[in-house]
Nanobody, 119 residues
Framework: QVQLVESGGGLVQAGGSLRLSCAAS????????MGWFRQAPGKEREFVAS????????THGDSVKGRCTISRDSDRNTVSLQMNSLPPDATAVYYC????????????WGQGTPVTVSS
């Protein structure tokens, strides 16, 4: 089992910045990927970004490229998402997730942290 706790969400004006963090605990040695997803009201969950835990290789979704950057601190088992120049349509609940060795998908999810971007 891996437990995840997100923090850093809140209310920000359009064009502003937020930094989300996610702390992992438990059987973290099994982690292969950590990622961020978001779900806006009435919409499906959307991939935001991910990082390969060992190599640090990152992937960012097309809708956030150039505005969001994922990073990891493997010593502290944390992953962060720096979001800049936020548009109103970035309003969503942001979820941290983990994929572990042998899994085909992200198996562990945090409770989510809400982000509201006001216009």
């Amino acid at each position: 089992q891996v437990q995840l706790v997100e923090s850093g969400g809140g209310l920000v004006q359009a064009g502003g910045s937020l930094r989300l963090s996610c702390a992992a605990s438990g059987r973290t040695f099994r982690m292969t990927d950590m990622g961020w997803f978001r779900q806006a009201p009435g919409k499906e969950r959307e991939f935001v970004a991910s990082v390969r835990w060992k190599s640090g290789w990152t992937t960012h979704g097309d809708s956030v490229k150039g505005r969001c950057t994922i990073s990891r601190d493997s010593d502290r088992n944390t992953v962060s998402l720096q979001m800049n120049s936020l548009p109103p349509d970035a309003t969503a609940v942001y979820y941290c997730a983990v994929r572990v060795f042998g899994a085909q998908a992200y198996d562990y999810w945090g409770q989510g942290t809400p982000v509201t971007v006001s216009s």
